[in-house]
Structure formats: structure tokens, C-alpha cells
């Protein structure tokens, strides 16, 4: 449809370096995650708000893991800038983005002892602890290829949304949400991340392993496809 | 219903040491697992075929899993005499158990190319990669406690299918599956792991910390649960 | 001799709890750490300059692998509470005490690029990997206990030449080392230490694991001995 | 001196692929460590018995800790063929190599309870547990590099005493040490080694990150070298 947003013509970033070669060669799989029903219930508004409440209870319990996980890269960083480098990373999710959640969780009626108190669900356990593994198993590279897909899908369909004609601005109680990955913090968050990981890439020899990084990528994507529907099981 | 099979009465084992008290104290999950459908599909030979199969890859796909966790048992020890116990357990799954596995695949059709490019499931990642996250985040007590539901449930399951009255054995196709679990092998194989969680336990101050064994226990047993139903998803 | 500073009188502290048990338990090779001539050499000021700056400079490597260590205690955590509190150790070392030491070093001439061009010895990689290597074997309670012979030993050796009425203050060009850890910033971060180190210690089953914690305790202990003779072949 | 054994000339395989070209490139450190007094003691025989006893023991305790680096490379295979192959080198260790090893020191005088009890040394302690740090941060490649110059370096040490005109025959203690690691079955398992790791190289990209694995290599034959003068500390 003339006018839509389309990733490759409106935000190049996300087709370059190894990320953007990643996405590419798992189009289909990508597809299905960033077109996924809940982007487009968020988009229209429609979505049940229970379900978007589940997400968000499991999306909170998922950056408890993403921290530890950030604690991995500080530990396998081998020069002292990739290890304050990764270390904000953590610091931002632990002292800044775990309390902005729970500020954004309280509008949405959930209150902090429900989110400590929540059982993490099958899909949240499947993509975290896939992470973790892969973070435990491989180097730091293997890290930030599983961990490249929610960077850069979150930002797509930010933008995507944020740009789009066709999502209802007006008395859509996830605006904030579209709002907030669509935004400029996010954006240059995720601009950096593409940065860090083509120079990573670079001196990890990611050409040559480029077969078994798109295995972990596809698996990654898939995982979080999955997780958009723990809205319905947490 | 009299002459049923009791766990607690015909084999006692079950009920008894570390392992026993974990049973006992997540008793709802617990029959939940040990209960399941799919359980009860296997015992009256009702359940459908594709669905077993499904079942068996996953299965196949789990057994690697495993041995990577034997491998991190093997890392953990402290004692030669316990890297050398770990060890046979790690060439006990790589040698035999996954030979005798495909081996039992091809009676249901399953070539072995099959079950090589299978996909994970998402109830075999959240389980294995959970399982493997506690491995590496605890010590040896932590890994041992998370794969013991797998160890005794299965026991369990095999010991009151073989039992009971109530089993389909003439005709049924999943009989052979109750004779493994239920046999003197698999029943000496869990004897002897449920004395080592016992030994380990007291040297590693099982006492003190049974809340956190206890949940992490627990979510085993709720991970393996969901991993029944990997057959329909599989 | 009368009038002499005694840890047992003088620091109660540093003889309770678990450190307190651990530390007495293996007091033969504790003496050896604390009474070590480099402290004698530091105390009377009379240790050659070129000695102290080789010590400065594994000093700087130490606290890089020490941050390492934090980093695995953040993964290792399992409350958020206990995350966060690993994750300020880690920004702390990272983004402050590097740069505190990078300082001191250049008042005794030696500048940030010969820090960084510094090849680690051999007693710096037999510390610091033991360490590392505990905190991935084991859990927690492992780690802060490989970590803990660092902290209070630090804290006696500043304490007591800082007390003591033969230490030359005067002229003794090693009377800043001598200020830092016997001063009231360093102490109120032992006092922490020693604290949390009991918590974990009742939650983790210290008393049931004694005998491990000891001997990882007093392998630590040997290993800061020979660290102190790096000076000689940094 | 014209007729010596050439390590470039009579075996070419320690020069070529990987191996061969990190070798190359740490020259002056790898003569330090194929051409120790230690090597030549062993040689002309006049090596202090009570030295060796001491490298015995201290070599028993790495056979431990190496095991344990084999159980990673279990962990961190992504084929169920490597992961059989590194499951072989496993048991290799655990069932047959120490057993070889304490019938070997019970002929020096060393009884296994000795074994047992010995305390690691700080040369073994580094060595050892740099490459358990390297395994756990890096992936499959870099443990394999820095495992690599035991395996070459005995290699080439066992080949060039055995061939040497120079080397004592006739009474010297040392020469069955000498046909074992210059003998055939041990440089069988070197040939397989090198091929191995030439394959690993190609799949995870060694050379672009080969800085970085000349490093780790570079670093652990400086460890080997040192653990030669384990025995006078042993």
C-alpha cells in the first residue's frame, strides 16, 4: 500500500550490518514476529487489556533475566570499555528501566507485590533461559545475536506503528507503548546496539560463522513470536 | 479404589529422603504431572499415534539436553569418584540411551534424519534451557534437584502403569514405553540417583536451603508437566 | 606485647559470623597472610619503591578480574534486591575504584598505559581464576566466600598498621596505602561485607557445607599470600 | 648441529594450520617452553628425583582439572559427533589416563593415597584454572587454543628426546617418560588433535579472531613453562 511504512525504505538501519543480514535471511520467521496479532491489537487499540496486562506482568520478569544476562556480557567483555559498556547496560535496566516499568505497570492497575509475586510462564522461561544458555555456551558474540532480535524488532515495530496511518492515535490505551518504542531514546538505544554489534561481529569472525549466528537469531526470533502470546497463558 | 497402586504404600522409595520431601510438599503440580493425560493416554493405548511420535522427538531432542547437563555434573564435582559417576551417566546417554532411543523411534517410523532436523519445541526449550540455567547459576545440589522430577516421576508413572489393573497391555501400542519405565532397570537407575540426591543433600545443606530447592523443584515438575503436551505442539 | 593492636580485641568483628569461623579455623595460614614481610616492609615504609609499583600494577589487573567475579555474583543472585546490590559492587569497582587507583598509580609513576600494557602474573592468574572458576562451580555462597579472605584481610592489615605504634608515619612513603584500608570508608564496606556474607551463609547452608567453605577459604588465603610476593616477580 | 631433530623439518604437522601458525608466532615463548632446564633434565637423566616426584603429582592434579575442561567441551559442542568426541577424551581421562598415571607414580614412590592429598600448586593453580576461565567465557575455540600447547608441546618435547643422538638411553630414569609422550600412540592423538582443531578454526572463525586467540595460546604456553618449575615448588 503506497504511504505504509516499510522498514527497508524508511529506516535502512535495520537492513544493515549483521543484524540487518540476520533479519533478511530469516524474512519469514521475522515476519511472523513483528506482524504478529498483538502488534496489530496494540495498533488498533483492540487488544484485550487483560492480555496486554499479562504481557506486561511476564515483560517485567523478562527484564529481570535480560539483566542477568547483561551481567553475562560483563563477564565476558574483554577489554574494560566493552566491560563498562555492558555494565551501564546493566545498571540502566536494574536502577532506570525495572522502576519506569513498575511506574508504567501501576497505570495499567497491576501493583508491585503482583509483578515480585508472578509465576514466570512457559514462553518467558523458554526465550530467557535460551538466551542465558546460549550466553553460557558461546562467546560474546553468540550473546548478542540472540539478544539482537528484540532489540531491533521492538524498535521496528515502534516505528512502524508510530509512523503508520492506520494506528488509532486517538483513545488507544497503548499509544504510550508505540509512543515509547517508537521514540527517539529508543531509537538511538537500538542505533548504538546495531553499532555494537557490527564491530563485535567484525572481530569475532561473524562471516565465518555467520551459519550457526543464524541459527541462534531464527531461534531467538521464533522464541519471541512465541512471547507475544504469554499475554493469553501468563 | 482398592488395589489400585499407591505410590506411598507400594514403593515407599518415592516418599522417602530429599527427594520424597520435594514430592510431598508440591503434591498438587506434582499429580498434575504424574496424572496427566497424556499419561492416561499411554496406559489405555488411546492416545493418538502422531502425537506419541511428536513425543519421541522431542524426547530425542531432550536426551541431548541432558548429557550437556551430566556434562556440567562431571565440571561440578568435587570428588573423582563423583566426576566419574557423572561421567558414566554423560556416556551412558551419548553411547546407549540415544542408540536405544532411535532404535525405538524407527518401530514408529521415525528415521533417525528425522529426528536430527527436528525443531525444539517450545515446552523442550523452556524445560532444558531451565534446567541448564540453574546448573550453571547453582551448585551440584541445584542441578541434581531440578533433574530429579524427571528421574522419579518417570518412575513413578512406569511403576503404577505396570501395576495396575486398570492398564491396557494387550494390544496396546505404548505397552513397551510402561515396560521401560516400569522395569528393573529404570527402577535400579532411580534408586541409585535418589540415594546420591540424598548423600549430595546433606553435604550440601539440603536442609537449610529447602525453600529455594523447593521452588526450583517445583518448577521443574510444572516444566515437565507442559512437556507432555509437546506432543500436540511438537 | 602489651599495648599491641589484636584483632580478636580490637575488631570483634573480624572474628564472627561465618568470616570470623572461616579466618580462625585456618589461622596458621591467615598469620602468614597478614604478617607477611610485604606488610612489615609497607609498615616501617622500608619496601623498595619498584616492589610497591609492581604490586600497584597487578593491583590494577586484580580489580579487573574482580569485577569479572561481581558480575557472575549479579548472575548468581536470585532476588533483585541481591542483584542490584552485586550490580553497585561492579559499578563501583568499574567507575570508581579503577579510577581511584589509575590516580594513586600515577603518583608513583606509573601511567594508565603501562597499566593496560601489563601482563598478568603468575600469582595474579592463580587468585584470580580460582576465584572465577569457584564462582562458576559453585553458587553464591561460594563465591563470596573466595572472595571474602580480600576483604577482611585488607581490612585487618589496614586496621592493625594503622593502630599500632611501630608503624612509621613520618617520611613512611606507604602511609596512604596504610590510611585507605585502615580509614572509615573502607571499614563501613567490610562491615557490609561481613554482614551480607552472614546472610547468605544462614540462607545457603553454610553450616552443612563448612568443610568445602573452609578449604576454598584457605586456598584463598594462600593465594593472597603469594599475591603479596607478585611485587618480586610482577 | 647438523643431524639434530628439527621440529620444521622431521614433523611437519607441528608447523601447519593452526596450531602450527600460533607456534610460529610466539616463537620466542614456545622455545622457552619446549627447550626448559626442566626438558633437559629430563634428557640427560641428571633431573633431581625428588623434582620429578613432585612434577608427578602436580601433573595428576591437572589430569583433574583438565577432565573438568574436557566436561565444558562437552557442554559447548553443537553436534552430538563432537559432543561424543569430547565425551571419549572425557572418559579417556577419567577411566584410563589416571589410572596409567598413579601405576606410573607408584614406580617412583608415590602411593595414590599421596596423590590424593597433595595440594596444588600455585603453577598448576594459574595454568588450569586460565583455561577453565577461557572455556567458560569463550566458546568451543577458544578452549581448544588454549589447550593446544599441552597437547603439542609434550608432542614435540617426546619427539625430539626420542629422536636426539643427545638424549641419555642407558639408565636414564626419565626415558620411559620420554617414549610415552614420543611414542606412537600419544602422537596419534596429537595428529587427531591438530586436525580437529583446524576444523573448529574454519567453523568458528579463527581467522579473524586470531589476535585474540594468540593471546590465549601465547598465555598458556608461558603457564606450561612455568609449570615445569612446579616441581621445585611442588
Redesign the interface.
Known amino acids: 500500500m503506497t504511504g505504509e511504512w516499510q522498514a527497508e525504505r524508511d529506516w535502512p538501519l535495520l537492513t544493515q550490518g549483521l543484524a540487518g543480514r540476520l533479519r533478511q535471511d530469516c524474512m519469514k520467521q521475522w515476519l511472523d514476529f513483528v506482524g504478529h496479532p498483538f502488534v496489530e491489537g496494540v495498533a488498533s487499540g483492540t487488544m484485550e487489556v487483560e492480555a496486554f496486562r499479562n504481557f506486561l506482568i511476564q515483560d517485567y520478569l523478562y527484564l529481570?533475566q535480560y539483566?542477568?544476562a547483561c551481567?553475562?556480557l560483563?563477564?565476558?567483555s574483554?577489554t574494560?570499555t566493552a566491560?563498562?559498556h555492558a555494565?551501564q547496560l546493566?545498571?540502566g535496566i536494574?536502577?532506570t528501566e525495572?522502576s519506569m516499568h513498575v511506574g508504567y505497570c501501576r497505570q495499567w492497575g497491576i501493583e508491585e507485590p503482583a509483578l515480585?509475586q508472578a509465576e514466570?510462564s512457559?514462553?518467558l522461561?523458554?526465550y530467557s533461559?535460551?538466551i542465558?544458555?546460549r550466553a553460557?555456551?558461546?562467546?560474546m558474540l553468540?550473546l548478542l545475536v540472540t539478544l539482537a532480535p528484540c532489540l531491533i524488532g521492538y524498535a521496528e515495530v515502534g516505528a512502524r506503528l508510530h509512523a503508520s496511518p492506520r494506528t488509532v492515535r486517538e483513545g488507544n490505551p497503548y499509544w504510550s507503548w508505540i509512543a515509547l518504542y517508537g521514540g527517539d531514546e529508543y531509537t538511538a538505544l537500538v542505533e548504538d546496539g546495531v553499532c555494537r554489534l557490527n564491530e563485535v561481529g567484525?572481530?569475532?569472525?561473524?562471516?565465518?560463522?555467520y551459519p550457526?549466528l543464524l541459527r541462534e537469531f531464527t531461534?531467538a526470533v521464533r522464541?519471541e513470536t512465541?512471547f507475544w502470546t504469554t499475554a493469553r497463558s501468563g
Open positions: 529481570i539483566a542477568r551481567a553475562l560483563v563477564h565476558k574483554d574494560l566491560m563498562r555494565a546493566l545498571s536494574l536502577d525495572l515480585e514466570e512457559i514462553e522461561l523458554a533461559r535460551f542465558l544458555d553460557q555456551t558461546g562467546d553468540d567484525a572481530a569475532y569472525g561473524a562471516q565465518a560463522r550457526t531461534t522464541l512465541v
